[in-house]
C-alpha cells in the first residue's frame, strides 16, 4: 500500500524533465522516460527506463534499466544502471523520486569511476570530445523522434521511382497498344463484315434481274 501511494504522488507530481508510466497491473515494476538535459550530449533526446521494485523494497534499493540504448559510462550494454544510490548509499526513506532524480544528474555528472561501458568510460577521461560526439550519434538515432526514436520507422534509403517497378505501370503500355491493336482489328473486321454484307446484296440484285430477263 506503501509503495502505491509513493506511486500514485509521483506520477502526479514527477519531477521536472522526468515523466512516469505507472502500470496498475504490476506495482513493482515503474516505466519512465527521462529527458536528457540541456549542455549535455544527451539534449533532445528522451530515454525510458524501467525501476523495478523488489520484495524488498523500500528496505532494498529498486534495479534500474534503460529500456533506450544509449551511450554512458555508467549504462552497461543491456541497459543496467550503475549508481551508488541504488547499491551501498540506498536508505529505504529516499524514495523513488530521489532515485530518479540521481539517475537524471547521472546523464550531467557521468562517473567514470564505477563504469559499465569501460569504452565509455575511457573516453570520457581521455578525449571528451570523441565521447561527447558518440552519446549525442546514439541519441540521435534511439532517442529522437517519437517516444524514444525506436518506435517509429524512417523511410529514408532510395525510393524506387513513380513508374519504375510498379506492375500497374508496366502494363499500361503495351495494354494501350494491345487495345489499340483490338480496336483497330475491330474496325477493320467491322468494314470489312459491311462491305462484304453490301457486295452480297449487289449480287443478289443482279441475279434478280437476270432471272427477270429470262422470263
Not at 15 to 26: A, L, Q, V
Not at 66 to 84: D, S, Y
Not at 96 to 123: D, M, Q, W, Y
Not at 139 to 158: N, R
Request: hydrophobic share 35%; charged share 25%; aromatic share 6%.
Amino acid at each position: 500500500i506503501l509503495v502505491y501511494k509513493e506511486v500514485s504522488a509521483l506520477a502526479a507530481d514527477p519531477p521536472e524533465g522526468i515523466k512516469i508510466y505507472p502500470s496498475e497491473e504490476d506495482i513493482t515494476e515503474l516505466h519512465t522516460a527521462i529527458e536528457g538535459p540541456e549542455g549535455t550530449p544527451y539534449a533532445g533526446g528522451v530515454f525510458r527506463m524501467r525501476l523495478v521494485l523488489g520484495k524488498d523494497f523500500p528496505a532494498a534499493p529498486p534495479r534500474g534499466y534503460f529500456l533506450t540504448k544509449i551511450f554512458h559510462p555508467n549504462v552497461g550494454h543491456k541497459g543496467e544502471i550503475c549508481v551508488n544510490v541504488l547499491k551501498r548509499d540506498w536508505k529505504a526513506e529516499l524514495g523513488l523520486r530521489h532515485v530518479l532524480l540521481t539517475i537524471k544528474c547521472l546523464l550531467i555528472h557521468p562517473n567514470p569511476e564505477s563504469a559499465l561501458n569501460e569504452e565509455a568510460g575511457r573516453l570520457l577521461l581521455e578525449d571528451y570530445k570523441e565521447y561527447a560526439s558518440r552519446a549525442h550519434l546514439l541519441t540521435e538515432i534511439h532517442a529522437m523522434g517519437g517516444t524514444s526514436g525506436a518506435l517509429q520507422e524512417p523511410a529514408d534509403g532510395p525510393q524506387p521511382k513513380k513508374h519504375a517497378g510498379d506492375p500497374s505501370k508496366r502494363v499500361a503500355g503495351p495494354g494501350l497498344a494491345t487495345n489499340g491493336v483490338t480496336n483497330n482489328l475491330s474496325n477493320s473486321s467491322s468494314s470489312g463484315t459491311s462491305s462484304s454484307n453490301t457486295n452480297i446484296v449487289a449480287k443478289k440484285k443482279t441475279d434478280k434481274k437476270r432471272a427477270l430477263r429470262r422470263l
